[in-house]
């Protein structure tokens, strides 16, 4: 793994970079992924079909996965496989940047076409740059005005790509791909923050981009997109309503869920240990402080891994023992905003020490300072966040105990 400039908490701490920087992993930081090895296989399933969605909220790790998803399936010697990143993009020029790369990765022999019907590439990629400079001669001095009022016969002239005639020549050229070929596409999804209405108007992006490839007659090219957490629950509204407004034709949806904790647990012992760190993940996070984590992030990565750097961060400043516990833990909460309310924190102390209980246990009630009722409810909203285990007392009083599940932190 590269080396960073080593911060003072970084120096203090004694890791040779931040085990929790906020990037993306890519090339050999790859080496830290982690606990998506199920969601790896669906992906391979999933590639018999046209177009795969892999949908996660922002920060779970969807250009990670899609990057691990690269390595994997060029290691494999199956596919050639081509990474579309079109995070900069604008809805204006979608479909000319996703020709760039195409054209680049061909001249690359990422992926070679059809005897006899090969691209000029070099053709392709020069009227894409002429777009470029028009676009930009467009917006200054007194040729604004003349370039903005061209006729439709000047620009033909000038042989630019309009997006129409980027899509037409992106299917073109997928329709001649003569080997196995993924095309991984990831940030489409923040397209929508240069739409004025972004809910609709993202489905609609959404919507023509796919229908580029759904007609596609070549069943060695699958497309995987990635989208974000509101896509699926956007769709599913869409058919229930029975509107009929939007179509999709993506053969499967994965989905990137938070880690449960103990795969948390193993993405922050992975990264201690990537670090230098050297001793037991027990020796560097407190199990209660570990709880307090997961309650406050439901286990999403990004927002857990913020929380470690301002907990980190404390314990420097205050010249602590180097272990994140409570007070570091609630410090770096504090910080990030990804709090926990008091009621909630005395209900996963209590866990923690006891094991487990009962809300009809009457110590527990009194310890969290909550009714047998408001107990049940505040257990029934932390049972996902922390994925507690619920067991029968007994088979006759229908009594439910909860306990948090066993974590080992060495």
Same mark, same amino acid.
């Given at each position: ?5 080593k911060t ?6 004694? %890791? !040779? ?49 899609? !990057? ?40 690359? =022999?990422?992926? =070679? ?6 691209? !000029?590439? /070099? ?5 894409? *740059? ?8 467009? /917006? ?10 061209? &006729? ?11 997006? @129409? ?5 992106? &299917?073109?050229?997928?329709? +001649? ?14 397209? +929508?923050?240069?739409? &004025? ?20 007659? !070549? ?9 974000? *957490? ?11 309503? $029975? ?7 993506? $053969? ?6 938070? %880690? ?8 922050? =012992? ?18 209660h402080a ?22 980190? /961060? ?6 602590? #023992?180097?272990?994140?516990?409570? @007070?570091?833990?609630?410090? $770096?909460?504090? /910080? ?18 006891? $094991? ?7 110590? %527990? ?18 049972? #996902? ?5 619920i067991t029968?007392?007994?088979?006759? &009083?229908? =009594? ?11």
């Open positions: 793994m590269a080396k960073h400039t003072p908490v970084v120096k203090f701490w004694g %890791f !040779n970079q931040n085990p929790f920087r906020d990037a993306p992993l890519r090339s050999n930081s790859l080496s830290l992924f982690t606990c998506r090895e199920e969601e790896i296989a669906d992906l391979k399933d999933s590639l018999d079909n046209p177009l795969t969605g892999v949908y996660g909220s922002l920060g779970v790790g969807k250009t990670s996965f899609l !990057n691990k998803a690269a390595q994997i399936l060029s290691q494999g010697k199956d596919y050639n496989v081509v990474y579309v990143d079109l995070g900069h993009c604008t809805e204006a020029n979608l479909y000319r940047e996703f020709l760039r790369v195409l054209l680049e990765r061909n001249r690359e =022999k990422t992926f =070679k076409l059809r005897r006899g019907s090969a691209i !000029n590439i /070099k053709k392709e990629l020069e009227r894409l *740059d002429s777009t470029l400079t028009a676009s930009t001669t467009s /917006k200054i001095g007194a040729s604004a005005v003349l370039v903005a009022d061209r &006729s439709e016969e000047s620009t033909k002239e000038i042989n630019i790509h309009s997006e @129409e005639t980027a899509r037409s020549k992106i &299917s073109e050229i997928v329709q +001649k791909v003569n080997a196995p070929l993924v095309v991984l596409v990831d940030d489409l999804e923040k397209v +929508k923050y240069f739409l &004025s209405d972004q809910a609709t108007a993202y489905l609609r992006a959404i919507a023509s981009f796919t229908s580029t490839f759904k007609d596609i007659e !070549n069943d060695l090219v699958s497309f995987v997109i990635t989208l974000d *957490d509101h896509f699926a629950r956007l769709v599913e509204e869409e058919r229930k309503a $029975g509107s009929g407004a939007f179509s999709y034709s993506f $053969g499967e949806l994965l989905e990137l869920r938070n %880690f449960n904790p103990k795969e948390l647990a193993e993405v922050i =012992k992975i990264r201690l240990q990537t670090s230098d760190w050297c001793a037991q993940l027990g020796d560097f996070i407190s199990l570990f709880w307090l984590l997961v309650a406050a992030t439901s286990g999403h990565p990004r927002k857990a891994l913020a929380v470690l750097r301002e907990a980190m /961060k404390f314990v420097h400043r205050h010249g602590l #023992p180097k272990i994140i516990n409570i @007070e570091s833990m609630m410090h $770096g909460m504090s /910080k990030t905003h990804y709090t926990l309310n008091e009621f909630d924190i005395a209900i996963i102390s209590y866990l923690q020490k006891s $094991g487990g209980a009962s809300p009809s246990d009457e110590e %527990f009630q009194r310890s969290v300072n909550l009714t047998r009722r408001s107990l049940s409810e505040r257990l029934k909203v932390l049972l #996902p966040k922390v994925n507690l285990n029968m007392a007994s088979a006759t &009083s229908g =009594k439910q105990e909860y306990s948090l599940p066993p974590i080992p932190l060495e």
